[in-house]
């Protein structure tokens, strides 16, 4: 006898679905240093909420059909119901923009943002149910990008104050872009040097684990901000004792401090994470590979190292999803990157300047965070054939 199963996941995104509808769908500022007022969804469309419960009843209907057939009905209802929502703030858009002021901007509403959020958690729920491959996952994921992206390239966003804002310093956008990733690569790579050997030399002594461990834990647990003003003054001290170095744009403030401080931060997931891969080979296999006349060195490029990889790119992950982050808070010592957008929007209550700052710092979190499971899922499956 077959057992009524009821997808409840997608059952409690449906009925957070009314909490959406009842918040403002964009908000309307007569520019973009004032707060704007919200517009709801049927003061722009009356007849847009009876499509809405439309597609929110064909999703409660989905919730009962099951297994990968009720999953793959699910990724599409939601895919299209995300990028409705998004067309429809474009058009909102570029409606109040003909009876409005030039100067005005319309940005997404509470209601826009959190439907967008249950509408992805639907898709991916859904692409849960369709497929147990981390390959196909990934997969399914990334497509759900595709209808935004292809909205995004013919213009439907044009008149919304996020891109507004993009378009008005474009430059500045590029540049904080081009000193984002210097951060992010000029910090994990010598990281990558340092923690890379300093994990091997844990592996081969456990005994050296905990007094190396215990250092890079105190480093861990300064604030960022507070290390950044720790390195301040060493550094500049240093700038003044020795010229060569001022001249090689070694400085208090700035991108020296930045990245020193954020690869301090990347040793200890790193040096674990390769402690901690080389430990957990079993010695089953390390003794198989002795009887096989292997040597020491054969040993830990074929037996050690293939299997220590997945959780040291794991440790990897952390560390660039960390440093994304991280980067923007060392806008704040003149580092530059998107922080500088961040903050610059801040100073100035310009919620835009500070979304187009925090915005691509998420995507290139997750971004990366999908990369990385990409790469180890591929390495699991060559590991199993």
Known sequence: ??????????????LLTAVAVALPFVSYAPNRLLSGEGRQ?????????????????????LCFVPGKRG?????LAAETLVALMLWGAGEAARDLARTGSPLARTGPGSGLWLGLALGLLAC????????????????????????PLALLLCGAFDDLALLKEYVNRREVFNQALAQHM?????????????????????????ARQGPVFAVLNVIQTIPSVALFGLLIAPLAGLAKAFPWLAALGVSGT????????????????????????????????LESARAMGMSGRQRFVHVQLPLALPLFLRSLR???????????????????????LVFQGLFSSAVDLVLLGAIPVIALAVLIDALFD?????????HND
């Open 1 to 14: 006898m077959s057992t009524f199963r009821i997808n409840r996941v997608l059952l409690l995104l449906v």
């Open 41 to 61: 969804l049927w003061e722009i469309w009356p007849g847009a909420v009876w499509m809405l419960a439309g597609a929110a009843s064909a999703l409660f209907t």
């Open 71 to 75: 999953g793959v009905l699910t990724l």
């Open 124 to 147: 991916s729920d859904a692409v849960r149910r369709i497929t147990t491959s981390p390959v196909w996952r990934w997969a399914l994921h990334v497509q759900i990008a595709l209808a």
């Open 182 to 206: 210097i951060l992010l690569v000029g910090a994990v790579l010598p990281a990558l040097a340092i923690g890379v050997p300093l994990g091997l030399w844990c592996a081969v002594s456990p």
């Open 254 to 285: 700035g991108l020296t401090p930045a990245l020193i401080a954020l690869m301090l931060y990347a040793l200890l997931p790193l040096t674990r994470g390769v402690a901690a891969g080389l430990n957990q080979v079993p010695v089953e296999a």
């Open 318 to 340: 952390v560390v660039m999803v960390q440093t994304v982050g991280m980067a923007t808070v060392a806008a704040l010592i003149g580092a530059g990157g998107f922080g500088a």
């Open 374 to 382: 990409v790469v180890i899922a591929l390495l699991k499956v060559t």
